[in-house]
């Protein structure tokens, strides 16, 4: 059983978060993408934070063909602290207003132990780790003076159980989880919550690159439900997070990983 980038399933939408302004960082690809398209059609305006700026205007194009949301394109690189705290501001100076933000840009390398380069290593947490404590440090200053607001991070699977070959990953998701529960704590009486989601394998332009044939078929017949996540699924919980629903949810982390983080607990009956 496989599941490709092809395999598209609009989410079911009630326009719930209509007239909410949402920033999306790497909201053009995977599962930024998803996340993006989904919040334009519950009415949200959408800015998303990226590096690429033609593969954003599509994304931006898209949503305000689909409607009823409106989006906008900020060009932002994690790795550059000045460049998100001036995206997030032109988002508020904009829109009067910052309602949500999603820290879901994230990059993955992978090395043995003994041979990852330390530039390397610097990369992957000032995109994922850094990134995200810049970019929540921006839209809390925003938020307090609303009255509240939701944050959501994109952490991983490899972030809460590990994984070989992936130490500057798995560390920098395990310190957005850690970090979740941190800012969760210290801004619930600014009527902020925090939380995470936590995908397993995922159907992704960044997975695709990194998960040969080999390595995919390994990680589905490890996957109770025998296949990667679309990234509507996985946004899917975010939007959850992000609705009046989750009112009272705060320092979570939800995972998305279709029962993988609990395979040792699986026991299959017997077929007869």
């Avoid at 921006?138 to 003076?145: H, L, T």
Wanted: with cysteine; net charge positive.
């Amino acid at each position: 059983m496989t599941t490709t980038l092809t395999d598209l399933q609009p989410l079911q939408t009630s326009g719930k978060l209509s007239g909410k302004v949402a920033v999306i960082t790497g909201g053009n690809s995977g599962i930024g993408e998803a996340l993006s398209l989904a919040l334009g059609r519950e009415g949200a305006t959408v800015a998303i934070l990226a590096r690429d700026k033609a593969r954003s205007t599509d994304v931006v194009a898209r949503i305000g063909h689909e409607g009823p949301g409106r989006a906008v394109a900020r060009i932002a690189d994690m790795r550059d602290p000045e460049s998100c705290r001036a995206a997030i501001e032109s988002v508020v100076t904009e829109f009067g207003r910052l309602d949500a933000l999603v820290n879901n840009a994230g990059i993955a390398k992978m090395s043995p132990i003994g041979d990852f380069p330390l530039d390397l290593w610097r990369e992957v947490i000032d995109v994922n780790l850094t990134g995200t404590f810049v970019c929540t440090q921006a839209a809390v200053r925003a938020m307090r003076k609303a009255g509240g607001g939701r944050i959501v991070n994109v952490t991983s699977l490899v972030g809460l159980r590990g994984a070989a070959e992936r130490a500057a990953y798995s560390a920098s998701k395990g310190g957005i989880d850690a970090l979740t529960r941190t800012l969760a704590a210290e801004l619930a009486l600014d009527n902020i919550t925090v939380n995470a989601v936590a995908p397993g394998p995922v159907a992704t332009p960044m997975s695709e690159a990194n998960h040969p044939p080999a390595r995919r078929a390994a990680i589905r017949d490890q996957t109770p439900m025998g296949r990667y996540a679309r990234p509507e699924e996985v946004a899917g919980a975010i939007l959850y997070l992000l609705s009046d629903a989750a009112n009272f949810v705060t320092g979570q982390t939800i995972s998305v990983d279709g029962g993988l983080s609990i395979r040792g607990l699986l026991v299959r009956p017997p077929l007869t």
